[in-house]
């Protein structure tokens, strides 16, 4: 049959002339969107921590970085997502990062498990994280102070840990943790059941090195050479990261900083971020006040003061934050529970603005109220 014959050889060349151009056309056409499981959106998370950490921007540039490393869906399968170390004094937004990102990601701020290193002082209590051995009350059991659900996460979303003030546990704990960043899992002392880190960030944070380089930063600033050529930075960064480095080698082994794929290391909060820092919080607190239908805004009175007071570059924001609960929240709170509140805030008004000023030594509160469109 040789026409059948001639049909069959002419649908197979153009069967084969459609594939070739079909793979062309592929080959020509790059990818529009990387497949990839993760499913958070950076430039949200971004945008929330930028608008809540202040001063921060080049650990934010880091975060960025990992979150953009995270999402591409290209970490080794058979270690945690990422392993880093924030480093830096105390008050400057290490722990609060941490929650944002839950917040961001997970959707809620407490939804990653967080361990207090220094509850983790001594040896013996590495059986915390890891179970009883056997032989000992609780083995069979296997509890454990890690929460397997939440540092282990979802398909599209990752698991959080956080290991807080990390120099302060005891070296067995820093050896279990030494296995958990090289291969990504841990198994209960009872041997029945294994945590999978390897779907997890893993953040550690640190108070080291902040106490030498603020020391080494008074030296500098008493040295009259400096006071008359020195900038206005009171550190190069050369030789911050020298003080890092030597205590960091100091109290960690040379093994574990080698498992750590970045160490972020935050700034001391300046005199410059003092306003922002007030603006947020007065935010949030303006937040926690709309059940009793009212906000307040800050007189230049008040704010001067605050500014005044509340900075204490050791502390960080914590001493400003401080210093606004002394002097507005706590009045404030006073203010709400009197008859005074009462007799302005009446049915006939939707909200009320407070205006907060400090005169004489002491908070005053001014209503300005708005009445229900």
Known sequence: MPFANDMLQSYSRQSETLESNTTAVERSVAPTKVVTRFTYDIEKVMQLLRNRIVGQEEALNSIHSMLSFIRADIADSSRPLFVCLFLGPTGVGKTEIVRLLAEAINGNRESFCRVDMNTLSQEHYAASLTGSPPGYVGSKEGITILDKEKIEGMFSSPGIVLFDEIEKASSTVLQTLLNVFDNGMMTVASGQQTINFRNCIIVMTSNLAAREIQEYAKQKLKSQWYRLFGSSNSLSTKKTREIIDSELEK???????????????????????????????????????????????????????????????????????????????????????????????????????????????????????????
Request: proline share 2%; hydrophobic share 35%.
């Open 251 to 373: 109290t960690f082994s040379p093994e574990f900083l080698n498992r750590i794929d970045e160490i972020v290391t935050f700034n001391w909060i300046d005199k410059v971020h003092l306003r922002d820092i007030i603006s947020l919080e007065m935010r949030q607190l303006n937040l926690r006040l709309r059940k009793h239908r009212c906000e307040i805004h800050l007189d230049d009175s008040i704010v001067n003061f605050l500014l005044h007071t509340g900075y204490d570059k050791r502390y960080g924001a914590r001493s400003l934050k401080r210093c606004i609960r002394k002097h507005v929240e706590m009045p404030l709170a006073d203010f709400l529970l009197s008859g005074s509140w009462r007799n302005w805030h009446d049915g006939e008004i939707s909200n009320s603005k407070l205006i907060v000023c400090y005169r004489d030594s002491k908070t005053l509160f001014l209503n300005e109220p708005v009445t229900a469109r």
